[in-house]
């Protein structure tokens, strides 16, 4: 008999640059690959409460021909055994390789997957039969929280101040883990703390 794996009760969707790792513009060298403070802690929680984490990142550095897309695969291996040192793992890495305009062939289209568009975000939503009301998603540019609204997905932006934008009114926060953290709370999926002081 086969195992059907039950419907995870949330999921979380993350940009990748400046949000789980630190921003270098246009990333190119596995080894300048480094993950943000508290960012492991942040994803094995959500590990050991089998709530998805999956990656959202638009890497047009491959439609301008500065790096290739396997070596956006390498580096999303990178980033998960970084984080398999810390007992914590990237459930599904999704990426958008295009640039319409610019880009080089095959890459050079207008493509449903570039943040702002939600294509990606609808795919990750898809692929664990959720709805958008179990989802968020979290990044530091407007482009994530606009993809994030596209789909009536909770959007979170990590700002240290408050963006104008005429149609968003995105919640900001500092970090990924204030985000989830937030989320959690929200959707009452936090496990019970452990007290020490109480038998
Ligand atoms: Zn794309």
């Given at each position: 008999m086969q195992e059907v794996a039950p419907r995870p009760s949330a999921l979380v969707l993350t940009d990748r640059d400046g949000t789980l790792i630190r921003d270098v513009p246009y990333l190119s060298r596995l080894e300048d690959i480094a993950l943000l403070p508290g960012v492991a802690k942040t994803i094995r929680t959500l590990n050991r409460l089998e709530i998805p984490v999956v990656v959202v990142t638009n890497q047009s550095g491959v439609a301008r021909g500065y790096f290739s897309e396997a070596f956006v695969r390498d580096s999303h291996d990178r980033i998960n055994a970084i984080l398999a040192g810390e007992g914590a793992r990237v459930d599904l890495f999704l990426y958008c390789p295009h640039l319409a305009?610019?880009?080089?062939?095959?890459?050079d289209m207008d493509c449903t997957c570039r943040k702002p568009r939600s294509g990606m975000l609808k795919r990750a939503l898809e692929e664990f039969s959720l709805l958008p009301e179990r989802a968020m998603m979290v990044g530091d540019s407007l482009r994530d929280v606009e993809a994030a609204a596209d789909l009536g997905i909770a959007g979170y932006l990590i700002s240290s101040g408050i963006p104008s934008s005429a149609t968003l009114s995105p919640r900001i926060v500092s970090s990924f883990s204030a985000a989830v953290e937030d989320f959690l709370t929200e959707k009452n999926l936090l496990l019970p703390e452990r007290s020490p002081n109480v038998s």
């Open positions: 305009g610019v880009g080089i062939a095959p890459y």
